[in-house]
């Protein structure tokens, strides 16, 4: 009377992906790519050497070593409620008034700082300029803690990356602080690469990737997370913190690199690999995991980043050293398996590097830009159910 086709992959599974090459890449990314709105990294403020109309008035408390902003609070809504966070202007003279509520009035009147007249002029300083930037130094502390799910910690260790201060007065300090954890899973541990301790990072899915998990790559065999630079508050590049891409998120970010030593010690050579480095991170890219808990041991289950960096001659231009200063991750993939459960994997991942003339000793901020596309190639199949055709035919009382 009928068929029923249980086994018909065309009908009940995505089909399968076409191989990535390098010569047909930029095909299938116009093919497949479509507009995508990249969300820009929120704008930082950058101060100046003195402070302009409009300004924020900064303020710094000494007891916390925190840099704030002299604030005035302002009324928000219709009942005029006090709103704390607004910063007052420079050159901005304005008189304000807000109302406040309190619930049980004797307490706050020893507890709320707001009713409390040394907290307007206690603890902290107006700047008079600006803190200059050129001179902030960083230094970061790193903590890694590893864990073995209900056995708790099994161990804990610190890292630091120290910087030259000098005494010198109006000098600053960045710090920053990380705190990393990793899974003790003796299976999936790597192999150790010379004499370092390769840590087990988590799956980004079984097996295909998750969306918002990190990307998996491996360099020299070493697995880690796809990095990309990240911006300080000061809008310079941050040397020890970056991004971690993560799958399906497309993202843009930009920053200013300092080339003021560069420029008096080195090459036009040397120069490039300083910004390449800067671009790629502290180890370069080698293979792009094609499902979220790939093993380093299982070659199949990674496949090779193309990486094309930029000509290094200077067009019309005597004195210049072509550098990167735009780095594009191109990256394709699609969704394989049953299609009431499908799984992602990875097809292909390109670097793209775009260069700039750089005019010697008269640059000394570098602007970097690190863009981040993903590109779904997913090859949809046939229904499982079509509509019914005009020539099929039931038998007699079937439905009942």
Same mark, same amino acid.
């Given at each position: 009377?009928?068929?029923?086709?249980?086994?018909?992959?065309?009908?009940?599974?995505?089909?399968?992906?076409?191989?990535?090459?390098?010569?047909?890449?930029?095909?299938?990314?116009?093919?497949?790519?479509?507009?995508?709105?990249?969300?820009?990294?929120?704008?930082?403020?950058?101060?100046?050497?003195?402070?302009?109309?409009?300004?924020?008035?900064?303020?710094?408390?000494?007891?916390?070593?925190?840099?704030?902003?002299?604030?005035?609070?302002?009324?928000?809504?219709?009942?005029?409620?006090?709103?704390?966070?607004?910063?007052?202007?420079?050159?901005?003279?304005?008189?304000?008034?807000?109302?406040?509520?309190?619930?049980?009035?004797?307490?706050?009147?020893?507890?709320?700082?707001?009713?409390?007249?040394?907290?307007?002029?206690?603890?902290?300083?107006?700047?008079?300029?600006?803190?200059?930037?050129?001179?902030?130094?960083?230094?970061?502390?790193?903590?890694?803690?590893?864990?073995?799910?209900?056995?708790?910690?099994?161990?804990?260790?610190?890292?630091?990356?120290?910087?030259?201060?000098?005494?010198?007065?109006?000098?600053?300090?960045?710090?920053?602080?990380? /705190? #990393?954890?990793? !899974?003790?899973?003796?299976?999936?541990?790597?192999?150790?690469?010379? $004499?370092? +301790? %390769?840590?087990? =990072?988590?799956?980004?899915?079984?097996?295909?990737?998750?969306?918002?998990?990190?990307?998996?790559?491996?360099?020299?065999?070493?697995?880690?997370?796809?990095?990309?630079?990240?911006?300080?508050?000061?809008?310079?590049?941050?040397?020890? /913190? #970056?991004?971690? !891409?993560?799958?399906?998120?497309?993202?843009?970010?930009?920053?200013? $690199?300092? +080339? %003021?030593?560069? =420029?008096?010690?080195?090459?036009?050579?040397?120069?490039?690999?300083?910004?390449?480095?800067?671009?790629?991170?502290?180890?370069?890219?080698?293979?792009?995991?094609?499902?979220?808990?790939?093993?380093?041991?299982?070659?199949?289950?990674?496949?090779?980043?193309?990486?094309?960096?930029?000509?290094?001659?200077?067009?019309?231009?005597?004195?210049?050293?072509?550098?990167?200063?735009?780095?594009?991750?191109?990256?394709?993939?699609?969704?394989?398996?049953?299609?009431?459960?499908?799984?992602?994997?990875?097809?292909?991942?390109?670097?793209?590097?775009?260069?700039?003339?750089?005019?010697?000793?008269?640059?000394?901020?570098?602007?970097?830009?690190?863009?981040?596309?993903?590109?779904?190639?997913?090859?949809?199949?046939?229904?499982?159910?079509?509509?019914?055709?005009?020539?099929?035919?039931?038998?007699?009382?079937?439905?009942?």
């Amino acid at each position: 009377l009928f068929c029923v086709r249980p086994d018909d992959s065309n009908l009940n599974y995505f089909q399968q992906p076409q191989h990535i090459k390098e010569s047909d890449f930029l095909k299938f990314s116009e093919k497949y790519g479509r507009h995508s709105f990249l969300t820009p990294a929120q704008a930082q403020p950058s101060f100046s050497a003195f402070y302009r109309a409009g300004d924020p008035i900064l303020t710094y408390f000494d007891s916390s070593s925190v840099l704030s902003t002299l604030r005035q609070p302002v009324r928000m809504g219709a009942s005029g409620l006090c709103v704390d966070g607004n910063p007052a202007g420079f050159l901005d003279s304005k008189s304000t008034s807000c109302t406040r509520f309190f619930a049980n009035l004797s307490k706050s009147c020893i507890t709320d700082p707001a009713l409390d007249a040394a907290s307007y002029y206690r603890d902290f300083t107006v700047l008079k300029v600006p803190i200059n930037d050129a001179i902030m130094q960083s230094m970061q502390v790193i903590y890694e803690i590893e864990f073995n799910s209900t056995h708790g910690i099994q161990s804990v260790s610190v890292q630091f990356k120290v910087t030259n201060i000098t005494g010198n007065s109006g000098s600053s300090l960045q710090q920053h602080f990380t /705190l #990393r954890f990793w !899974v003790s899973a003796p299976i999936f541990l790597e192999p150790l690469p010379s $004499l370092t +301790l %390769s840590r087990t =990072l988590p799956r980004s899915g079984n097996p295909g990737y998750i969306t918002g998990a990190p990307l998996l790559i491996a360099n020299s065999g070493a697995r880690q997370h796809m990095t990309i630079l990240q911006s300080q508050a000061d809008g310079s590049c941050s040397q020890f /913190l #970056r991004h971690t !891409v993560q799958f399906g998120r497309n993202i843009r970010t930009g920053c200013k $690199l300092s +080339l %003021s030593q560069l =420029l008096e010690e080195s090459d036009c050579s040397h120069i490039q690999q300083k910004l390449y480095k800067a671009l790629q991170g502290m180890s370069r890219a080698e293979d792009l995991a094609i499902i979220g808990s790939a093993h380093s041991a299982r070659a199949e289950e990674w496949t090779t980043i193309l990486i094309q960096n930029c000509s290094v001659q200077a067009v019309n231009c005597t004195a210049c050293c072509m550098v990167p200063v735009t780095l594009e991750i191109q990256i394709l993939w699609s969704k394989e398996g049953l299609l009431s459960n499908p799984q992602a994997q990875m097809l292909g991942a390109r670097y793209f590097y775009q260069c700039q003339p750089l005019k010697f000793l008269s640059t000394s901020m570098v602007p970097l830009t690190t863009v981040v596309t993903f590109t779904d190639m997913t090859e949809w199949p046939e229904p499982p159910r079509g509509q019914p055709k005009t020539y099929w035919k039931l038998p007699f009382d079937f439905f009942f």
